[in-house]
């Protein structure tokens, strides 16, 4: 990352393809990560990186360095698969998901997830289940839980990469969370009983 | 018999969802809560949750010559 320097940058600005050619090596393969996490699958992950890298091309020239360049190619990287997600599952971001249902959860599973070893998170048929589970989860939730607890960011800068509420961030986490929750609960359940 | 929560507790408990689950104000709900076994039980499948998909989706596959396709088909070579 050393390597984007600011002359750099300003040679990118003026179109540069050199300088645009080593922003696009240096961070290509952890942009292509964070969009297949949101996008589930290797073709829409690379679409949305290549739209993000046009986007880069196209736009540098506006970049104010108010943050970091890397920052800045995330939040477009967020707001790409974002746009790809709405086009594929146009459904799911007409549902709102920003007003807690208490009513939904009056009861308390007395079920516990076990504890895994590092072994067990190896083993296919789980990591597959994981994956099923997070294709499976409405795309709104499912940004808000890669940002905040996979990537680690706060909730205020969740918040504002997405621009959103801290409140709906929150409550959106938390029917994200849920959803996990409840569905590996019946995947070990089924396992431990059968 | 399952144990029902009232209103309240479960809002208490759903407003610290968007917090770390090891956040100072979380602990705090947690320890009041300690007479609820159940609670007990759903804060650590939530906080098991969370580290299972952090360890699953560390990784990911890149694919072979990703920048180098990426700079070509933007026509920068």
């Known amino acids: 990352m050393d390597s984007i320097t600011e002359e750099l940058i300003q040679l990118a600005k003026s179109g540069d393809k050199k300088s645009l050619s080593i922003i696009i090596n240096v961070y290509s393969e952890k942009l292509y990560g964070l969009s297949f996490k949101f996008m589930r699958n290797r073709e829409d992950a690379e679409d949305v990186l290549q739209e993000t890298f046009l986007k880069m091309i196209n736009k540098i020239n506006v970049f104010k360095g108010d943050s970091t360049l890397y920052s800045w190619l995330y939040r477009i990287t967020v707001n790409t698969a974002l746009e790809k997600l709405r086009k594929h599952h146009p459904s799911h971001f007409d549902v709102n998901l920003d007003k807690v249902d208490y009513n939904q959860h009056d009861e308390m599973p007395s079920f516990e997830i076990p504890y895994l070893e590092k072994k067990d998170l190896k083993d296919l048929d789980f990591r597959n289940e994981l994956n099923v589970l997070l294709k499976k989860m409405n795309s709104k939730l499912r940004v808000i839980f890669i940002l905040r607890d996979i990537e680690g960011n706060s909730v205020q800068d969740t918040a504002k990469i997405l621009n959103l509420s801290e409140t709906n961030v929150k409550v959106r986490l938390m029917r994200a969370r849920m959803f996990l929750k409840e569905n590996l609960t019946d995947y070990f359940r089924e396992r431990i009983v059968s | ?77």
């Open chain 2, 1 to 77: 018999m399952k144990h029902v929560h009232t209103i309240e507790e479960m809002k208490l408990i759903c407003q610290q969802f968007g917090e770390d689950i090891d956040s100072e104000i979380c602990e705090e709900v947690k320890k009041s809560l300690e007479n609820c076994p159940e609670c007990r039980i759903h804060f650590d499948s939530i906080k098991k949750v969370v580290n299972i998909y952090k360890s699953h989706e560390q990784d990911s596959d890149i694919p072979n010559n990703l920048s180098n396709r990426i700079i070509k088909s933007l026509n920068l070579k």
